[in-house]
């Protein structure tokens, strides 16, 4: 009984509301390239901070005050509002530009970056690196969970964004500053947010969200969803309608645990702590870049 409330629920939790709301990761936006442009959709969706016990809170509350605790036990990750805007084209998406590359981070003594860090965190053996290059990762053991597969060469290895940057561009991340779109392209605050996945998938996954892509894993089906919510719901981004319904279909055909799909509250201040302490991982690209435009 309980599973069949949710799912109602679920269905009935999309309303309109007419405003867009705005993240302070937005703050420090700089203007890019004029052409060409992205036309936004006309209607989105929205993550709600909504409790499961207790009435909701929005998200322009939570990221104003990274350190205030969200006075719930749990928030869903099913509760989504459904918005209409006037049509609004933004800069193109360009990777390089918006979200810069693999960085190393400067606050540690380590010569990996992003990439050599997710492959030595995600290998299930201690991973070897070339004769060359000990800050290259050449060999480990890691579990693909999008194949099943096992690959022990790096270089069959992609580091997915699972939510990828062009979508995170459009759903959101065109009004943050360098800096956090820098950070969000390198970001260690969990073990999802990138993955170490099949070489060959990432490349067909490419910048598609959900209703174009889904991991051929059965098994991990309901944890990818999840987690594609989860990574939403921390960074503030939207959905546009159709990512929403199949995300939805998805879940109902999958009989996924609905318990699955929520997040405490310390869980998501942890994040949004870890988002605010190393929003300066970038510092150093984002002043050779503001060099470089002067």
């Known amino acids: ?25 937005g703050n420090e ?20 901070l909504t409790a499961t016990e207790t009435p909701s809170i929005s998200i322009m509350q939570a990221v104003k005050s990274l350190t205030t605790l969200i006075q719930s036990r749990y928030l869903s990750l099913l509760n989504w509002s459904l918005h209409n805007r006037s049509v609004l084209e933004i800069p193109n998406y360009n990777r ?31 991973v070897a690196f070339r004769d060359n290059n000990h800050c290259v990762v ?7 969970p999008y194949t ?5 060469s790096s270089r069959e290895i992609q580091i997915d964004h699972l939510v990828p940057l062009k979508n995170a561009y459009l759903s959101g991340a065109h009004r943050w500053s360098f800096r956090a779109r820098c950070l969000y392209s390198n970001y260690l605050g969990n073990d999802f947010h990138l993955l170490s996945v099949d070489g ?24 990818y969803v999840r987690n594609w919510l989860a990574v939403k719901m921390i960074w503030g981004l939207t959905m546009d309608r159709e990512e929403a319904d199949t ?45 470089i435009a002067n």
């Open 1 to 25: 009984m309980k599973l069949i409330v949710g799912i109602l629920l679920f269905v009935l939790c999309i309303i309109t509301v007419p405003t867009l709301k705005a993240t302070e990761l």
């Open 29 to 48: 936006l700089r203007p890019e390239s004029t052409a060409p442009v992205e036309t936004l959709e006309k209607e989105y969706v929205e993550l709600d």
């Open 96 to 126: 390089p530009t918006q979200f810069g590359r693999w960085i190393n981070d400067p606050n540690d003594q380590l010569c990996f970056n992003t990439r050599a860090k997710v492959l030595v965190r995600d290998s299930i053996r201690s």
């Open 138 to 144: 050449d060999a480990g053991v890691w579990n693909d």
């Open 148 to 152: 099943t597969s096992t690959i022990k």
């Open 200 to 223: 060959v998938q990432n490349m067909k996954k490419g910048e598609r969200s959900p209703e174009k892509y889904m991991p051929p894993n059965s098994e991990y089906t309901c944890t």
């Open 247 to 291: 995300i939805h279909s998805i879940i109902v055909e999958h009989h996924c645990n609905l318990s699955q799909f929520r997040m405490t509250e310390a869980q998501l201040n942890s994040q949004r702590e870890f988002t605010k302490d190393n929003i300066d991982l970038c510092e150093k690209l984002d002043r050779a870049r503001g060099q």
